[in-house]
């Protein structure tokens, strides 16, 4: 039997069992395209996210070890490192060195590169940024005038940097000299003199690097610090004074690596004292890859930078049209600002004036500043204002301003903020006896 359907009026022959075709219209095309991007849009978004965090994570979590590495040896050596870090203290804790150093930082790291440069920043934090010191905060190295020193005790030393990386020629058989490849000479691989320079030590600075030994099997590791005294470019040869193991797994060497010290995480101590009391308050700062440049210390002039109560939006102090503190009247400032249950609130957003001698600092959220005038560590919850070369910018911090840089009864601009960058976490130690 056929069936005959009509379209515009013309009779269309099909049997029982065809079918229609089956498809989609660009529309339904065009909304799977845009649904399927917006998916692919959002996983890609969070690639980059993921990296930061896991950043951020690293950075806390060597952070952090590293503060527990700082009050250990702060529990050690109380008056060393925090009490008497010049070494002028009596055994009786004298009221004149007290008073003189109320307010300082410990810094063996800042002191020693600022020794270096020869602007003679070393006993100060802060300067007007054309190597003149700031005068509020002093800069102690703990008896730590070495850089040596200064590593083994305020940094973190986990980092170093490959300079060469090859299989070497031979071993001699007292196991205390390698043969550098000549093919990694010729072709450049590896520059000996260049690294004979790294590796030779300034007079008091930290040993040149080291060299990783590799095995037969290239799964056991011997490891020997060296100086450019140890290499001899001349005769391709890297030697040292403690031969390798006589085991039989280094008569021949499946690897070696040349590697320099490059510690990334660092620390300062900040020291908040009383006078005639053997009690302090001690903040660990950690940095990494900090820039020990006299200008990332430069002192920055603030406006508002005022420990105070501000009324809330109500306009009034305390709660509005309650006599807070009964005493016949309401809403007026003494007495009543702050009261609980009021919308007061506590100055936590200034600005600051760019110091002209150095480039504008790059502020961001969650960097650090530095009150040189009360000695105390803020985080920046906020910066507004600030377009490229503004020579100011307001900033809002994540806690209320504890004591205060400019005069209470007006706004003058005054010198005494740090903007300091690379500061990873500041940690409160709380207060410290010894």
Same mark, same amino acid.
């Given at each position: 039997?056929?069936?005959?359907?009509?379209?515009?009026?013309?009779?269309v022959?099909?049997?029982?069992?065809?079918?229609?075709?089956?498809?989609?219209?660009?529309?339904?095309?065009?909304?799977?395209?845009?649904?399927?991007?917006?998916?692919?849009?959002?996983?890609?978004?969070?690639?980059?996210?993921?990296?930061?965090?896991?950043?951020?994570?690293t950075?806390?979590?060597?952070?952090?070890?590293?503060?527990?590495?700082?009050?250990?040896l702060?529990?050690?050596?109380?008056?060393?490192?925090?009490?008497?870090?010049?070494?002028?203290l009596?055994?009786?804790?004298?009221?004149?060195? /007290?008073?003189?150093?109320?307010?300082?930082v410990?810094d063996p790291?800042?002191?020693?590169?600022?020794?270096?440069?020869?602007?003679?920043?070393?006993?100060?934090?802060?300067?007007?940024?054309?190597?003149?010191?700031?005068?509020?905060?002093?800069r102690?190295?703990?008896?730590?005038?070495?850089?040596? /020193?200064?590593?083994?005790f305020?940094?973190?030393?986990?980092?170093?940097?490959?300079?060469?990386?090859?299989?070497?020629?031979?071993?001699n058989?007292?196991?205390?000299t !390698?043969?550098?490849?000549?093919?990694?000479?010729?072709?450049?691989?590896?520059?000996?003199?260049?690294?004979? /320079?790294?590796?030779?030590?300034?007079?008091?600075?930290?040993v040149?690097?080291?060299?990783?030994?590799?095995?037969?099997t290239g799964?056991?590791?011997?490891?020997?610090?060296?100086?450019?005294?140890?290499?001899?470019?001349?005769?391709?040869?890297?030697?040292?004074?403690?031969?390798l193991?006589?085991?039989?797994?280094?008569?021949?060497?499946?690897?070696?690596?040349?590697?320099?010290?490059?510690? /990334?995480?660092?620390?300062?101590?900040?020291?908040?004292?009383?006078?005639?009391?053997?009690?302090?308050?001690?903040? !660990?700062?950690?940095?990494?890859?900090?820039?020990?440049?006299?200008?990332?210390?430069?002192?920055?002039? !603030?406006?508002?930078?005022?420990?105070?109560?501000?009324?809330?939006?109500?306009?009034?102090?305390?709660?509005?049209?309650?006599?807070?503190?009964?005493?016949?009247?309401?809403d007026?400032q003494?007495?009543?600002?702050?009261?609980?249950?009021?919308d007061?609130?506590?100055?936590?957003?200034?600005?600051?004036?760019?110091?002209?001698?150095?480039?504008?600092?790059?502020?961001?959220?969650?960097?650090?500043?530095f009150?040189?005038i009360?000695?105390?560590?803020?985080?920046?919850?906020? !910066?507004?204002?600030?377009?490229?070369?503004?020579?100011?910018?307001?900033?809002?911090?994540?806690?209320?301003?504890?004591?205060?840089?400019?005069?209470?009864?007006?706004?003058?601009?005054?010198?005494?903020?740090?903007?300091?960058?690379?500061?990873?976490?500041?940690?409160?130690?709380?207060?410290?006896?010894?």
């Amino acid at each position: 039997m056929k069936i005959f359907r009509f379209k515009s009026g013309q009779p269309v022959l099909r049997t029982p069992g065809s079918q229609q075709r089956a498809g989609v219209t660009l529309m339904e095309v065009l909304m799977s395209v845009m649904i399927m991007s917006i998916g692919v849009v959002s996983l890609a978004s969070l690639f980059p996210i993921s990296i930061l965090r896991g950043v951020q994570a690293t950075q806390l979590t060597n952070a952090t070890v590293l503060r527990y590495n700082a009050e250990a040896l702060i529990d050690s050596f109380p008056t060393h490192f925090v009490f008497d870090p010049d070494g002028t203290l009596n055994a009786n804790g004298h009221i004149a060195h /007290q008073r003189a150093n109320r307010k300082y930082v410990v810094d063996p790291l800042g002191a020693y590169y600022a020794s270096l440069d020869g602007t003679g920043l070393e006993a100060r934090f802060g300067n007007d940024g054309s190597s003149s010191p700031f005068p509020n905060i002093r800069r102690f190295n703990a008896g730590l005038t070495t850089q040596l /020193q200064a590593l083994n005790f305020f940094t973190q030393q986990d980092s170093w940097d490959e300079l060469y990386s090859g299989i070497p020629a031979a071993i001699n058989g007292a196991r205390d000299t !390698v043969t550098i490849d000549a093919n990694d000479i010729a072709s450049g691989v590896v520059n000996l003199d260049e690294v004979s /320079q790294i590796f030779t030590p300034a007079t008091g600075s930290a040993v040149g690097g080291r060299i990783l030994i590799y095995d037969t099997t290239g799964k056991q590791i011997q490891e020997r610090f060296i100086t450019g005294a140890n290499i001899n470019s001349g005769a391709a040869t890297i030697s040292f004074s403690d031969p390798l193991p006589n085991n039989g797994l280094y008569d021949s060497i499946s690897k070696i690596r040349l590697e320099t010290l490059d510690p /990334q995480y660092s620390y300062l101590l900040t020291v908040r004292r009383s006078i005639a009391s053997d009690i302090a308050s001690v903040d !660990v700062v950690v940095f990494f890859r900090r820039n020990f440049s006299p200008e990332f210390e430069a002192v920055h002039e !603030v406006e508002n930078f005022v420990a105070q109560w501000l009324p809330g939006p109500d306009g009034d102090w305390g709660i509005s049209g309650v006599d807070d503190d009964n005493d016949g009247s309401t809403d007026e400032q003494a007495g009543e600002q702050g009261a609980a249950g009021s919308d007061d609130y506590r100055r936590r957003a200034f600005r600051v004036r760019f110091n002209t001698n150095v480039d504008p600092p790059n502020l961001k959220r969650g960097g650090y500043v530095f009150d040189t005038i009360n000695a105390r560590w803020y985080r920046i919850q906020k !910066v507004d204002n600030y377009p490229i070369g503004s020579p100011t910018a307001d900033i809002t911090l994540d806690q209320p301003i504890i004591q205060s840089i400019n005069p209470s009864a007006d706004d003058t601009p005054a010198p005494g903020l740090i903007l300091m960058p690379h500061v990873v976490q500041v940690y409160p130690l709380g207060n410290k006896t010894r």
